[in-house]
């Protein structure tokens, strides 16, 4: 079974940066996107950042466009996330996530990122 650990979470200032990273312990078999989601406190889990695997298109929910960067480095299966110019409200627990044709969705346990103001 393939895991994910996010890592690079942390405390930061209105206007920080942070870059988060996600490791895998494998290949996941027929992937198709690798994915940042977030999670907030009394809210649902929300789609932040999308890499396709194919062709490496990427998407952003509209608040972090602009902010937000997703990446990857294949040969090291590390999926980035570099977060700038934060604020307050991207405060939450940001989940790594591998969603695969045949095997479904894998997650990480999630790191927390708190923003300032």
């Given at each position: ?64 466009k602009g902010r937000f ?49």
């Amino acid at each position: 079974q393939v895991q994910l650990k996010e890592s690079g979470g942390g405390l930061v200032q209105l206007g920080g940066s942070l870059r988060l990273s996600c490791g895998s312990s494998g290949r996941i078999i027929s992937l198709r996107s690798m994915n940042w989601y977030r999670q907030a406190p009394g809210k649902q889990r929300e789609l932040v950042a999308s890499i396709d695997e194919d062709d490496g298109t990427t998407t952003y929910v509209d608040a972090v466009k602009g902010r937000f960067t997703i990446s990857r480095d294949s040969v090291s299966n590390i999926v980035y996330l570099q977060m700038n110019n934060l604020k307050p409200e991207d405060t939450a627990v940001y989940y790594c996530n591998g969603l695969s044709n045949l095997m479904g969705d894998y997650w990480g346990q999630g790191t927390q990122v708190t923003v300032e103001s």
